[in-house]
């Protein structure tokens, strides 16, 4: 079977998954180099992993992943510069005046974009910066500096790797509605200052049987304010046990998704959020459901691997 990624890279796509770097090895790394032309580190570049203590940093972890990146031929999404979440407890616990937030933040984007210069080509820059009903989270930076840190954060970016294409990223922005209206006037509103965003992430966490029908028209949308849009961190969760209906839904709806980004020119990929149901997180966040990606606990294909790989076919 021709591997998914070769079929994607045929339709102008990528193809990419998340992945625990510890993990690989065996039949796990070799599906990950095999059948993904795009990797993100699911934790190893957050701000807590690379710099646990103040000034100290362990770039174990993502120097990994970015390793078997290279040696497979893969794309690399860096995964994620600002975050309000995964923040290291030096940081959390500490009390800051904004203007050292800001310092704090850019020095942390310049370090970490700057390490990796020229070898991610997408970064998410800042993740999941919008409340439920589009308006900003008032997270650590958010509430210390209002909008303005994420003109910062992409401005530092730019600097640091001038050739990675840089990304804001957020969930629950897949249908057109509240929270993606504020996405949309956002992006809208960092344009016309300059500031440099490149694209927009759409991390596709959902439920089975509700792919949202606006999902194509909403890329669209952006797509047409002049920005990349990719699907960032599609899995689809359901009730444990799966039953053989669901997965048949399932593998449905993983084609419902990829048709969406095909259909949109400037949809550069998607992206899984793990590609085996032992190396996701919904079984931890949402006890009693899982089932979520395409390849089951033992690492053999679901329907769901085979809706990516029709849905890819060659026309
Ligand atoms: O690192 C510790 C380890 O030392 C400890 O032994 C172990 C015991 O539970 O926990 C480890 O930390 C875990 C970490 O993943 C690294 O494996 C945390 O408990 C666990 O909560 C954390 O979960 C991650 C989650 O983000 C936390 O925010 C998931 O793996 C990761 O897939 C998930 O990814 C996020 C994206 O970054 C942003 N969008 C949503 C998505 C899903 O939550």
Known sequence: DTPLRDLAAARGIYLGTAVTGGKLTGGYGDLAGAQFGSLTPGNEMKWEAVEPARG????????????FAEAHGQQV?????????QLPGWLTGGSWTPAQLRTLMTDHITAEAGRYK??????????????????????????????????????????????????????STDAVGAKSDGMYALVKRLLAQ????????????????QVPAS???????????????????LD?????????AELAQ?????????????????CAGVTVWGFTDSDSWIPDFFPGQGAATPYDENLAPKPAHAGIAETLAPV
């Open 77 to 85: 999404r860096g995964h994620t510069l600002v975050w309000h979440s």
């Open 215 to 233: 999902l194509e028209t909403n890329l669209r949308r952006f797509a047409e304010l002049g920005v990349d849009v990719a699907i960032t961190e």
């Open 194 to 209: 300059g500031v440099p965003v490149d694209g927009v992430g759409f991390q596709a966490h959902l439920v089975l049987g």
């Open 250 to 266: 399932q593998k449905a709806d993983y084609a419902a998704v990829l048709r969406a980004c095909l259909a949109v020119t400037r």
């Open 236 to 244: 689809i969760r359901m009730t444990l046990p799966a039953t053989d």
């Open 118 to 171: 020229g070898r991610v080509d997408h970064w998410d820059v800042v993740n999941e910066p919008l409340n439920e009903d589009g308006t900003l989270r008032p997270s650590l930076w958010g509430a210390a500096l209002g909008e303005s840190y994420i003109a910062d954060a992409f401005r530092s970016a730019r600097a640091a790797d001038p050739a990675a294409k840089l990304y804001l990223n957020d969930y």
């Open 56 to 67: 100290t940093y362990d770039w174990t972890g993502a120097d990994r992943v970015v390793a």
